[in-house]
């Protein structure tokens, strides 16, 4: 079984234009025959819908905390703790904003059999709990969506290489314990620490995509106690080697990570496809081991 994990714009396009699929499809099926699936994504759906981080109105104080002294993981920790009570929260009072969104949305994608199926292997299971058991995916979208505002936190007077360092040790004991979060935009602020030319760092929530298809990408993705690894289709960024620094970006990030703990990541890498905007055939591929 093959997993893969499609970047929003193009799963944007796959759902909305019919006619997208006729170049798209024969790639799909050359790469990875019939039997695939894809990734479950939080991330994925809330950009999808057109869920922005504004609409959770995040306290100043939530996202530039006051940390007495050195910020120790247990600091960090009961900080992410007030961000999910916050969110969790929030997100109650936006449940009339969540299915609007889905709606308007829903009425952009094609009734078209494959357009259909794709927006069902997506986010079914995703739609399905909001029906059936809105608390557990209020709890579920509060850990992903906390988790984002948490890893762009920049405490007052306090030096942001450190607190991401130890930002990274945080999101590796998760990792670990099979909480499986994506670095995020803590990476962005290692940079220097490889002497890298980057300058495309995480911006919003939005973003998180991006971090999360890179997680995937170098450690693979869990599911009933097995590892596969994730193929990881896109549009070509803007900088022709955005997708390479960023690749490398957090491939370095966690052999410092192995460095630093004295411990083996397990890593189950896969590839990353570039694809034509206009004919979604297959440009280049980029391998991060």
């Given at each position: 079984m093959k997993f893969i994990y499609p970047d929003n714009p193009l799963i944007r396009a796959l759902t909305d234009r019919p006619e997208t699929w006729e170049g798209f499809y024969d790639a799909l099926i050359t790469l990875f025959g019939r039997n695939f699936k894809c990734v479950e994504s939080y991330y994925l759906f809330f950009e999808y819908i057109g869920f922005?981080?504004?609409k959770?109105?995040?306290p100043?104080?939530?996202s530039q905390p006051h940390f007495e002294g050195?910020?120790?993981e247990k600091m960090l920790e009961k900080h992410l703790l007030s961000i999910n009570e916050y969110i969790h929260k929030k997100l109650y009072s936006l449940k009339g904003d969540l299915h609007s969104l889905i709606h308007e949305r829903m009425k952009h994608t094609s009734p078209f059999r494959a357009s259909q199926e794709l927006v069902h292997s997506l986010f079914g299971t995703i739609f399905l709990?909001?029906?059936k058991n809105f608390e557990e995916f209020i709890t579920y979208s509060t850990t992903h969506l906390a988790w984002d505002v948490f890893c762009a936190i920049h405490p007052l007077r306090l030096p942001l290489k450190l607190i991401r360092e130890k930002q990274l040790?945080?999101?590796?004991?998760r990792w670990e314990q099979g909480t499986k979060l994506p670095f995020g935009k803590l990476i962005d602020d290692q940079s220097?620490?490889?002497k890298m030319d980057f300058t495309s760092p995480f911006k919003e929530r939005e973003d998180m995509v991006d971090a999360e298809m890179h997680t995937y990408l170098i450690l693979g993705y869990e599911i009933e106690e097995q590892i596969h690894s994730v193929h990881c289709l896109t549009y070509p960024p803007q900088d022709p080697h955005a997708l390479s620094k960023r690749t490398e970006l957090a491939l370095s990030t966690i052999v410092h990570l192995q460095n630093t703990l004295g411990k083996e990541i397990q890593k189950i890498s896969g590839k990353i496809y570039s694809l034509d905007k206009k004919t979604h055939t297959l440009i280049e591929t980029h391998e991060p081991m």
């Open positions: 922005t981080k504004e959770l109105e995040i100043h104080l939530l050195v910020a120790s709990l909001m029906e040790g945080l999101w590796l004991n220097p620490n490889y």
